[in-house]
């Protein structure tokens, strides 16, 4: 059964910062892209940032770059976004996603992460 779980969501004050997490199991985790996407109240969801299988390349969405990393270690089957100088419009669920092909892909349940003060 495949299953992606993320974790490290919660509330952080403007400026603040945290680290998400999505474990994967179920499947073989080092020969997917991994992606982790956002979606605010109101809104449609957002890819935030992607890293390739290995790790050897990433992308992010303009709104977050400089200042959110995406990492992965694939012999934990875990996928990371560090998060750094959070702003309140970055308050969203973020889910993480497993990327094969447009035909096979997991979603996770995903994280809140509020930015308030």
């Known amino acids: 059964q495949v299953q992606l779980v993320e974790s490290g969501g919660g509330l952080v004050q403007p400026g603040g910062s945290l680290r998400l997490s999505c474990a994967g199991s179920?499947?073989?985790?080092?020969?997917?892209?991994m992606r982790w996407y956002r979606q605010a109240p109101g809104k449609k969801r957002e890819l935030v940032a992607g890293?390739?299988?290995?790790?050897?390349?990433?992308n992010y969405a303009d709104s977050v770059k400089g200042r959110f990393t995406i990492s992965r270690d694939n012999a934990k089957n875990t996928v990371y976004l560090q998060m750094n100088s959070l702003k309140p419009e970055d308050t969203a669920v973020y889910y993480c996603?497993?990327?094969?092909?447009?035909?096979?892909?997991?979603w996770g349940k995903g994280t809140l992460v509020t930015v308030s003060s």
């Open positions: 179920g499947f073989i985790f080092s020969n997917y892209v």
């Open positions: 890293i390739t299988s290995a790790g050897g390349s990433t």
């Open positions: 996603n497993a990327y094969w092909s447009d035909y096979i892909d997991y």
